[in-house]
């Protein structure tokens, strides 16, 4: 079946710092992608995502780009900044038979961003 | 004013009792969805519904169930709740436009419901 992993977090960085997010995939067929972001008290809200092979996606900095031959959609910020902590979640949607339309989510990373 | 709702936001509540979560969407979706979220294990899947006549489950459905009343209204039941239903729970929705799973969810804020 489809899943995907993440980096195992916590991911603790200084402001300014470059951010990756590493995240791979396995699924039937091409996927659609997509990065959420949990902020403190939130439910999800999409970031990014990628519909076909070689799209970057792009929101707020944040940039990532299918890789089809790679199997990954790793999440990049040249520059983070203290809002930006939060929990990152990579997610694909099913192109599969009943799996049609569903997300299947990697289990996220925890990123704290110091002053 | 948000367009995902979910009540309540906190429950707490004993192992036998019977729970329903209810979530509300303003946004005109068909499709909506169950998630329970749990430390080190990202959203699984609990059930989703297409549209209102159609329900389906997802990979975690044992002991759980739903009811779509209305395209805006989906709620969650756990029958007998148990320790391990101890778990943030969220809806989401989704409205497919072009054919493809391309569509964005829109997540509500969230249930923390605790089963002692």
């Known amino acids: 079946g489809d899943s995907v992993t993440q980096m195992e977090g916590p991911v603790t960085l200084s402001e300014e710092a470059f951010l990756t997010i590493n995240c791979t995939y396995t699924?039937?067929?091409?996927?659609?992608l997509f990065w959420y972001v949990q902020y403190p008290g939130e439910g999800l809200q999409l970031l990014l995502k990628?519909?076909?092979?070689?799209d970057k996606g792009s929101n707020k900095g944040f940039e990532a780009t299918y890789r089809k031959e790679t199997t990954s959609f790793h999440l990049e910020k040249g520059s983070v900044q203290v809002s930006d902590s939060a929990v990152y979640f990579c997610a694909l949607s099913s192109l599969s038979g009943t799996s049609y339309g569903k997300l299947t989510f990697g289990q996220g990373t925890i990123l704290t961003v110091h002053p | 004013d948000a367009d995902v709702t979910q009540t309540p936001r906190n429950r707490i509540t004993k192992t036998g009792k019977r729970i329903m979560l209810e979530c509300s969407q303003t946004?005109?979706?068909?499709?909506m969805y169950w998630y329970r979220q749990d430390p080190g294990l990202g959203l699984r899947l609990i059930y989703y519904?297409?549209?209102?006549?159609?329900?389906n489950k997802g990979e975690i459905s044992d002991g759980y169930s739903v009811s779509r009343q209305a395209q805006a209204k989906f709620s969650l039941s756990l029958e007998s709740a148990i320790p391990n239903q101890t778990a943030l729970y969220f809806c989401a929705t989704s409205d497919p436009t072009s054919g493809r799973a391309t569509d964005t969810q829109y997540f509500g804020p969230g249930t923390r419901l605790t089963v002692l």
């Open positions: 699924a039937t067929g091409y996927p659609s």
């Open positions: 990628a519909t076909k092979a070689d």
């Open positions: 519904s297409f549209d209102v006549k159609d329900i």
């Open positions: 946004k005109g979706h068909d499709r």
